[in-house]
RNA sequence: GGAGAAGUACCCAAGCGGUUGAAGGGGCUCCCCUGGAAAGGGAGUAGGUCGUGAAUAGCGGCGCGAGGGUUCAAAUCCCUCCUUCUCCGCCA
């Protein structure tokens, strides 16, 4: 969500960026909002100088009545009552275009960072960078839901009766490492100086809208029958939307919280093959970081927080990329995202295990989560959020990168502790 | 879930239809007093947001939990919601 003040001055920016998303159809938008702002702010004058007028004649009438001047007072009164349907018509009109500048605003994309790559979608990401030699083994790697079934590892038959499809039980040792990895991802970020947090599953509708986009929001979000709650899809919403309507002062940025949170995920659309088994999913575990700062300072925190990821996924030997994400594939709050991409030795090529995001002052703009300077000055916070781990998925490239020719899983020594001294699954 | 009570500026708190843009405290800031401090005395202390504007100057709109409504006029009356507290119920 941009400054109407910023698009007002600078049509041309906002409209090349449109351009740049691959998004044509909401360019008549960008004209639109600015003429029905200027009507707006023409009503919202003649309403004002209405209101001002009412105000005053109200207090001479209140005057009257003191000193028990009644007949000077109902003449009074007539003078408001000569300009009152004026008025309603007035404010009806300024709700009226309020809302449809709202609901334009809402729906014209953040302007990127000059550094995304223009593509029109996911074919046209861009890899940045490869961490670790991809190796494929000399044995075959089984699907990631054969692996598991060799150690009584999952139940999908038994969640698709319970839950449908998109469900699993994990069982035994894959729980286990399931659990382990969370917990060591969980340690992992308190270590690097992350304020670890436990935040509500659930959130009302106004911090969905200040986090999301409608069309994210239709796709992902689960309501609750006959409240105003929604399952979260990450922990991001319920930690972003934590700073709702505050005004921080300047000295207690940045923000650095790492939270855990089940996510749920309505992930509306066909998916193929390869999306089987724990890959997309409508319920899983994930070990997030979010950080509020300062404007200036959120491209360095952006670049600290993917490598975090990388990091971890290297500290489990397990081969990583990063890929930029292209305009056209950039959600409309984006400034930037990349995602973290993990080795599949199966299908010889990597996929998507996390996702890094800076949003600029966009959901900042729509929660109101502004900064208060030492010298006063008042500014929109930025926020940005990162994957630290989402266990089910990870699993695969963990399964996968750690099996063994002999058929066990080796567990990794920083994995050890937290699967009581376990070296290996068999 | 049921029954009550309450939400007013940094904090406490008065007001319950009209010079209330909000009494009174506390705190904070400045000044006087003092060699310095304490005590005492005096003064100041809505912030936010929208419009207008070159303006962090003026002027105007909105603001007493949030949103609606009644009225010439609402912190004050009515409705809905949110939050907090007390009691009951239920429950890891």
Redesign the pocket.
């Known amino acids: 969500m941009l400054d109407?003040?910023f698009l007002r001055e600078n049509p041309d920016i906002v409209k090349q960026n449109i351009k740049n998303k691959f998004q044509d159809n909401k360019l008549p938008m960008v004209d639109e909002v600015i003429a029905l702002?200027?009507e707006?702010?023409?009503t919202?004058?003649e309403?004002?100088?209405l209101?001002?007028d009412?105000?005053?004649?109200?207090?001479q009438?209140?005057?009257f009545?003191?000193q028990g001047k009644k007949e000077e007072?109902e003449e009074?009164?007539k003078k408001?009552?000569a300009f009152?349907e004026r008025l309603a018509e007035l404010?009806a009109k300024e709700?009226q275009l309020q809302e449809k500048i709202r609901e334009i605003m809402m729906a014209i994309p953040n302007i990127i960072d000059p550094s995304v790559p223009i593509g029109k979608d996911d074919s046209e990401n861009v890899e940045l960078q490869k961490f670790g030699e991809p190796v494929v083994p000399d044995f075959e790697i089984p699907y990631h839901t054969d692996i598991m079934e060799r150690f009584n590892g999952i139940d999908l038959d038994a969640a698709r009766r319970v839950a449908g499809n998109g469900f699993y039980y994990l069982m035994g040792d894959i729980a286990r490492l399931h659990s382990a990895v969370i917990s060591y991802a969980r340690d992992f970020m308190i270590d690097r100086g992350f304020t670890y947090c436990v935040p509500p599953f659930m959130i009302?509708s106004d911090v969905v809208t200040g986090v999301m986009s409608f069309a994210e929001m239709d796709a992902m979000m689960y309501k609750i029958e006959g409240e105003?709650l929604y399952l979260i899809g990450t922990s991001e919403h319920s930690m972003i939307g934590k700073f709702i309507d505050t005004?921080l002062p300047e000295d207690q940025l940045p923000q650095t919280l790492t939270s855990y949170s089940p996510c749920f995920r309505k992930e509306k659309g066909a998916h193929g093959l390869e999306e089987r088994g724990v890959y997309r999913i409508h319920q899983f575990e994930k070990q997030e970081m979010i950080v509020i700062c300062k404007p200036e300072e959120s491209p360095m925190w952006f670049e600290t927080l993917w490598r975090n990821t990388v990091d971890l996924f290297r500290s489990l030997d397990i081969p990583v990329r990063t890929l930029e994400c292209c305009s056209g594939d950039l959600a409309d709050l984006k400034v930037k995202s990349i995602d973290v991409e993990a080795w599949s030795p199966r299908q010889k090529k990597y996929f998507e295990v996390g996702s890094c995001s800076n949003l600029g002052d966009a959901q900042a703009r729509r929660l109101r989560i502004?900064v208060?300077g030492a010298d006063?000055q008042?500014y929109l916070a930025h926020t940005l959020n990162n994957t630290v781990v989402a266990p089910p998925r990870m699993l695969i490239a963990y399964l996968e990168n750690n099996l063994q020719a002999d058929g066990s899983v080796r567990i990794a020594e920083c994995l050890q502790p937290y699967m009581g001294g376990k070296t290996k699954i068999q």
């Open positions: 109407i003040k702002d200027a707006s702010r023409k919202q004058q309403a004002d100088g209101r001002a009412r105000n005053k004649i109200s207090k009438i209140g005057a009545m003191a007072a009074f009164k408001v009552t009152s404010e709700t009302r105003d005004m502004r208060k006063g008042k």
